[in-house]
Nanobody, 118 residues
Framework: QVQVVESGGGLVQPGGSLRLSCVAS????????MAWYRQAPGKQRDVVAD??????NYADSVKGRFAISRDSAENTVYLQMNSLKPEDTGEYYC?????????????WGQGTQVTVSS
């Protein structure tokens, strides 16, 4: 079993910052990639940022404001969110990909709510 737990969400004013954390534990052999997704009310879940090795990718809407980083030793991924806007509001989910001997599996966390409002 693999557990993925996000934390760090909350209510923040426009222009503020938050740092999300995601910790993976359990039967993990090797994490090959980690990503953050966002789902706004009534909308689909979209990728915000992902990291594979040292390579990172960002959605256009967050480039220059968000930064994804990873602590491989701790199986943890972070999302530093700066200059937050009301449209950044949503449930943020962590997703990881774990490579096993004969397959790669992906796992989701339960999400953490981010609300940007004055």
């Amino acid at each position: 079993q693999v557990q993925v737990v996000e934390s760090g969400g909350g209510l923040v004013q426009p222009g503020g910052s938050l740092r999300l954390s995601c910790v993976a534990s359990g039967s993990i052999s090797r994490i090959t990639a980690m990503a953050w997704y966002r789902q706004a009310p009534g909308k689909q879940r979209d990728v915000v940022a992902d990291i594979t090795g040292s390579r990172t990718n960002y959605a256009d809407s967050v480039k220059g404001r968000f930064a994804i980083s990873r602590d491989s030793a701790e199986n943890t991924v972070y999302l530093q969110m700066n200059s937050l806007k009301p449209e950044d509001t949503g449930e943020y989910y962590c997703r990881i990909w774990v490579a096993y001997d004969t397959s790669t599996e992906n796992y989701w966390g339960q999400g953490t709510q981010v609300t940007v409002s004055s």
